[in-house]
């Protein structure tokens, strides 16, 4: 991974908190319903860029134990819970491999500068037949595709996001890394959660999910890690 471009602490801290550390709700719920939607629950679930931790209540009911990751320990994170610092951009989470049953990343992969290197990381991190999610803006919906004409920039990539925001990626750019980096029976999913152009209104549930991907703001990749065939004497 690379360290010249924010190897200075301070700086570092000051992109993981222009974030918040928070996302919307529909966003988690998107991550509840992938999981449920495939059986998935049990076990440990790591939380790569956790920021406040919000995805934690989410899991209460699902996952015996929740591990928190993120480059600070924000004031609103849960004392009781577990946490591990790092900077993923220059290092590796100080967890064994395959030590979870479920990675997720909500709103991570878009802060940070190699995204390739960190799927690799997320699936270091998972037990072979378990599940990685990540989550990101939706580069495809008309709200971002017009700021793009107007703007030349995405939606979420305006310059009031940067430097907190620094990788926009398409679906096929997610599907790409998640064949690259080995998961399988991988999936995109939208949160039907979407803002209309030019408003601060969103568009009705109903209305979204005919057309998820053009009136959605985030987008959801889960894939499974691939269990090595076994080998023969």
Same mark, same amino acid.
């Given at each position: #991974?690379? $360290?010249?471009?924010?190897? !200075?602490?301070?700086?570092?801290?000051?992109r993981?908190?222009q974030?918040?550390g $928070?996302? !919307?709700t529909?966003?988690?719920?998107m991550v509840v319903k992938a999981?449920d939607?495939?059986?998935v629950a049990?076990g440990?679930?790591v939380?790569v860029?956790c920021?406040?931790g919000q &995805?934690?209540p989410?899991m209460?009911?699902r996952?015996?134990?929740?591990?928190?990751? !993120?480059v600070?320990?924000y004031?609103d994170?849960?004392?009781?819970?577990?946490?591990t610092q790092?900077d993923?951009?220059t290092g590796?989470v100080?967890?064994?491999d395959a030590?979870?049953?479920v990675? +997720?990343a909500?709103?991570?992969?878009e802060?940070l500068?190699?995204?390739?290197?960190? #799927?690799?990381?997320?699936?270091?991190l998972?037990?072979?037949?378990?599940?990685?999610?990540v989550? $990101?803006? @939706?580069?495809?919906?008309l &709200?971002s595709l017009?700021?793009? $004409?107007?703007?030349k920039?995405f939606s +979420?990539?305006? *310059?009031?996001h940067?430097?907190?925001?620094?990788?926009? &990626?398409l679906e096929? *750019?997610l599907k790409?890394?998640a064949?690259? =980096?080995?998961l399988v029976?991988?999936?995109?999913?939208?949160? =039907?959660?979407?803002?209309?152009?030019?408003?601060?209104?969103?568009y009705?549930k109903?209305i979204?999910r005919m057309?998820?991907r053009?009136l959605? !703001? @985030?987008?959801? &990749?889960i894939g499974?890690?691939n269990?090595?065939p076994?080998?023969?004497p």
């Amino acid at each position: #991974m690379s $360290t010249a471009a924010y190897a !200075d602490p301070s700086e570092v801290e000051a992109r993981a908190r222009q974030s918040h550390g $928070t996302s !919307d709700t529909a966003i988690y719920e998107m991550v509840v319903k992938a999981l449920d939607a495939r059986g998935v629950a049990g076990g440990t679930l790591v939380d790569v860029g956790c920021g406040a931790g919000q &995805l934690q209540p989410f899991m209460e009911p699902r996952f015996a134990r929740y591990i928190g990751v !993120d480059v600070v320990r924000y004031e609103d994170f849960p004392a009781e819970s577990e946490f591990t610092q790092v900077d993923l951009d220059t290092g590796r989470v100080a967890l064994p491999d395959a030590s979870a049953d479920v990675v +997720a990343a909500v709103e991570t992969i878009e802060h940070l500068e190699n995204p390739r290197a960190f #799927m690799r990381e997320l699936v270091r991190l998972v037990r072979p037949g378990g599940w990685v999610v990540v989550t $990101t803006p @939706n580069q495809l919906s008309l &709200l971002s595709l017009f700021t793009l $004409t107007v703007k030349k920039r995405f939606s +979420a990539f305006q *310059d009031v996001h940067y430097p907190a925001h620094l990788t926009a &990626l398409l679906e096929v *750019d997610l599907k790409r890394i998640a064949r690259e =980096c080995g998961l399988v029976d991988f999936a995109v999913v939208y949160s =039907c959660a979407g803002r209309i152009v030019l408003t601060s209104w969103h568009y009705p549930k109903f209305i979204a999910r005919m057309l998820p991907r053009a009136l959605s !703001d @985030n987008v959801l &990749l889960i894939g499974r890690k691939n269990v090595a065939p076994a080998s023969r004497p």
